[in-house]
C-alpha cells in the first residue's frame, strides 16, 4: 500500500456516525472491497483487535516505531509499536473490530469488518500493521535475516512514511512469513490496495470483538 498516513478513517469516530450514515458505509465498503481505496485503518487513542485464520506475507520487514494520536478530549497519546510491513500479503478469514465505549443511549458499540472468506483471501500491497500484542498458532520464515537495521533492509515496503522510527534501530526482514491462527492487538493498519472479497460491516451493541 505507496503506504497512506494515518489521515484517513479514524473508526472511533466513524463508529459515531454511523447510525446516520448507512448509505455512505456501504458505498465505501463497495469500494473497498473492489480495492478501489487506500485503506487506512486508525483509532485515535484506541487499539483495536484484528484475527485471521491465515496471513501469508511476501518482502516482509519488521521494526519498531512509536504511534502517536489524539484521544476523543484532545490530549495526546503514544504507543509503543511493532510495525510488520509486507509489500504483498494474502490474508484468509479476516476479522477486525474495534468497541466504542459509553456512546449516549447505547452505551458500548462494537465496529466489526468480516473479509476474506469463502475461499477468496484478502490481497493487499504495501501493508503496515502497527501490532501492540501478537499471538499465532505458527509462523514460518523464508529467508530470514534477523539483526538488520531498518534503514538497509533490502525487502519489504520500506520504513513508513512519517513513522517515527529509529532508521538505525534494530529490525528482521524475511522473503516469505505465514502465519496461521492469527490473534493480535494494533494501533493502525495501512495498506496502498486492500481488496476485502466478501466483505461484511456491522455494528452492534455491547463488546463482541474478533476473540
Not at 33 to 47: D, E, I, K
Not at 116 to 142: K, R, S
Not at 185 to 195: I, N, V
Amino acid at each position: 500500500m505507496e503506504s497512506q498516513v494515518r489521515g484517513g478513517t479514524r473508526w472511533k469516530r466513524f463508529a459515531v456516525v454511523m447510525v446516520p450514515s448507512v448509505a455512505a458505509t456501504a458505498c465505501i465498503g463497495v469500494a473497498l472491497a473492489q480495492g478501489a481505496l487506500a485503506a487506512s485503518f486508525s483509532v485515535s487513542g484506541q487499539s483495536f483487535k484484528v484475527s485471521a485464520d491465515e496471513l501469508d506475507g511476501h518482502n516482509m520487514i519488521q521494526y519498531g516505531a512509536i504511534d502517536s494520536g489524539y484521544n476523543l478530549d484532545g490530549s495526546k497519546t503514544a504507543h509503543p509499536v511493532s510495525v510488520s510491513a509486507f509489500k504483498s500479503a494474502t490474508i484468509t478469514n479476516m476479522c477486525q473490530s474495534v468497541v466504542t465505549p459509553n456512546i449516549p443511549l447505547l452505551g458500548s458499540v462494537t465496529l466489526t469488518l468480516k473479509a476474506g472468506g469463502g475461499g477468496t483471501p484478502v490481497e493487499a500491497d504495501n501493508l503496515y500493521i502497527d501490532v501492540a500484542d501478537l499471538n499465532a498458532g505458527n509462523a514460518t520464515f523464508t529467508g530470514l535475516n534477523i539483526g538488520v537495521a531498518a534503514k538497509d533492509s533490502t525487502k519489504g515496503p520500506g520504513i513508513k512514511s512519517g513513522d517515527a522510527a529509529n532508521p538505525y534501530g534494530f529490525a528482521q526482514e524475511a522473503d516469505r512469513a505465514v502465519l496461521t491462527d492469527v490473534k493480535q492487538t494494533a494501533w493502525a493498519t495501512t495498506a496502498g490496495t486492500f481488496k476485502l472479497s466478501g466483505l461484511k460491516m456491522s455494528l452492534s451493541t455491547g463488546v463482541k470483538e474478533c476473540y
